[in-house]
């Protein structure tokens, strides 16, 4: 076991006990987490990693929590928040290098602000670069997966690179979800006058968009379900919006947890929502969509906390 002056003694930065994970999740959900630890850079995250490694402690990486579902009974072990230790970024020429704690929407915006095209699109993204990464994260036919040049993970107690060439993205996936991902090398577009202005209309016309088909304001973790995919097509005829949808599920609650009236394949939390009552609606929805579609749907959001899935 590891005590808290153990943590303290090893890394600087803040250490807590039974921290509350409906703090760091945007669904505002989840029980405590054994450890919660906020290193203050990243020698002190890579020496944390390597002391909980070392006790043959479980340990997972988060960033704004904006994809997760936290069991109601917390995460066993340490979860090590990326924002702080990991929140630097650079620009040189067209390559941005950045850490994976920093904002998604706001390298976005600031990239785009000098010019740079190729991630534009996901300004309305609100996880970090390295949960963007890890999930490659999209919207409206961007990718991050598709101007990562080079991601950089901690790998048995040292850093290390790994070119694009040697990474898998797919569709709200890649090949990195089992290593901790330190930072990313992004090479982006420089646009020119008139193609910057259309791409400006893009974006602003996205995230309108998103204004009016989002519970923005209401705690949420985005899309609930992926979308199903179809050998050599991206996706098949229906997304899974719409399929709840057809199957009137819109509205329906559990407890304090809702299927959005606004977006089918997002559940709120109207106010005192258990990790529990998410999952009912779940397990609710797939068992619906199923019958109705003969389609499996397939979570996007990540469990934690939980041993498996349980529907
Ligand atoms: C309102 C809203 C809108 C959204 N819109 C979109 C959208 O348009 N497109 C889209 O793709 N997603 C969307 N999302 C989902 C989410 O924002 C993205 O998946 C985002 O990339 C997750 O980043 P995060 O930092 O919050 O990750 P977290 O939720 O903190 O973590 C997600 C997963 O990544 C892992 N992880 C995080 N950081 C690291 C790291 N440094 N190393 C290793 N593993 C790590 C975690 O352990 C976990 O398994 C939306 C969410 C919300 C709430």
Redesign the pocket.
Known sequence: MISTEELLDTIRGDVLLGESMKEH???RIGGCADFFVDPLDPDDLCRAISLFESRNLPF?????????LVHDDGVRGAVIL?KRA?GRHSFKKNTVTAG??VS?AMLAEKTFSASLGGIEM?Q?????????????????GQ??GDVVSWVE?YDQGKSRVIPASDIEFGY?QSS??D????GSGLKLKKLAGGERDERAGMCRDALEK?AVC???FLP????IFRNPVMPGKSHSGLTAGQMIDACGLKGIRRGGAMISDVHAN?IINTGDAKAAEVFELICHVKDRVWKMFGVALEL???L?GYEKTLC
């Not at 997972?60 to 997760?68: A, M, Q, S």
């Not at 949420?220 to 899309?223: D, L």
């Open positions: 999740t945007s669904l997972t990486l988060v960033g704004r929590g904006t994809n997760l990326t990991l994976a704690g998604l996901l309305g993204i609100p996880g970090t670069l390295g949960g963007a990464v890890v999930m490659n994260a999209g919207a409206y990718e991050i993970v709200r990195l979800e290593y901790t991902v330190l998103r989002q519970p923005l949420n973790a985005g899309s997002i996007e959001i990540k934690l």
